[in-house]
T-cell receptor
Framework: EDQVTQSPEALRLQEGESSSLNCSYT??????LFWYRQDPGKGPEFLFT???AGEEKEKERLKATLTKKESFLHITAPKPEDSATYLC???????????FGKGTHLIIQP | DAGITQSPRHKVTETGTPVTLRCHQT?????MYWYRQDPGHGLRLIHY???????DKGEVSDGYSVSRSKTEDFLLTLESATSSQTSVYFC??????????????FGPGTRLTVL
């Protein structure tokens, strides 16, 4: 059974204070690992897809990395507008649904 | 929301009544998915479709059925709603496997309350 565990469950940072969110996974035959951002009352918003260990992707203040067992979402010098819940998900087959973690609720204080 | 709409956006119903949620896309994507999101569980797959009239079950399919008669529409039906089906329901779409990038894009969600 595919499993995704995200930590921490919640994180409160000061504006400008960099940190990392963790996503540990177990899946047989990983097709892709996905990061999403979700704001209250809205659907998940796609951020990144990672396909192989060693891969990195960046977007503004966010950088996602992937190893064979986990992925990190690094947030550099965050701003209050980065406050959201960040979701990690894995996919086994190309058409399969995603298996999600429970998310990390991130709060950036001014 | 990548050309995805869900209707209704909010619904309150009573136990035992049938409920149908609609997902409509304007992207002509082949794959469509229904998820539910509950506190403490995260998002879980209910059913998905890989083409018109082609559907399959997900992790939490009991009590739900789906239909897809057109590429753009994917319907989720609760035949007899129960309080345990109170949740937020999200539809997602994905491109054909002909492209390597198969990320899923989500709709705005439907909040369903079963009393």
């Amino acid at each position: 059974e595919d499993q995704v565990t995200q930590s921490p469950e919640a994180l409160r940072l000061q504006e400008g204070e960099s940190s990392s969110l963790n996503c540990s996974y177990t899946v047989s035959g990983l097709r892709g690992l996905f990061w999403y951002r979700q704001d209250p009352g809205k659907g998940p918003e796609f951020l990144f897809t990672l396909y192989s260990a060693g891969e990195e992707k960046e977007k503004e203040r966010l950088k996602a990395t992937l190893t064979k067992k986990e992925s990190f979402l690094h947030i550099t010098a965050p701003k209050p507008e980065d406050s959201a819940t960040y979701l990690c998900a894995v996919q086994r087959g190309g058409a399969d649904g995603l298996t999600f973690g429970k998310g990390t609720h991130l709060i950036i204080q001014p | 929301d990548a050309g995805i709409t869900q209707s209704p956006r909010h619904k309150v119903t009573e136990t035992g009544t049938p409920v149908t949620l609609r997902c409509h896309q304007t992207e002509n994507h082949r794959y469509m998915y229904w998820y539910r999101q509950d506190p403490g569980h995260g998002l879980r797959l209910i059913h998905y479709s890989y083409g018109v009239k082609d559907t399959d079950k997900g992790e939490v399919s009991d009590g739900y059925s789906v239909s897809r008669s057109k590429t753009e529409d994917f319907l989720l039906t609760l035949e007899s709603a129960t309080s345990s089906q109170t949740s937020v329901y999200f539809c997602a779409i994905s491109e054909s496997l002909a492209t390597f990038y198969n990320e899923q894009f989500f709709g705005p969600g439907t909040r369903l309350t079963v009393l």
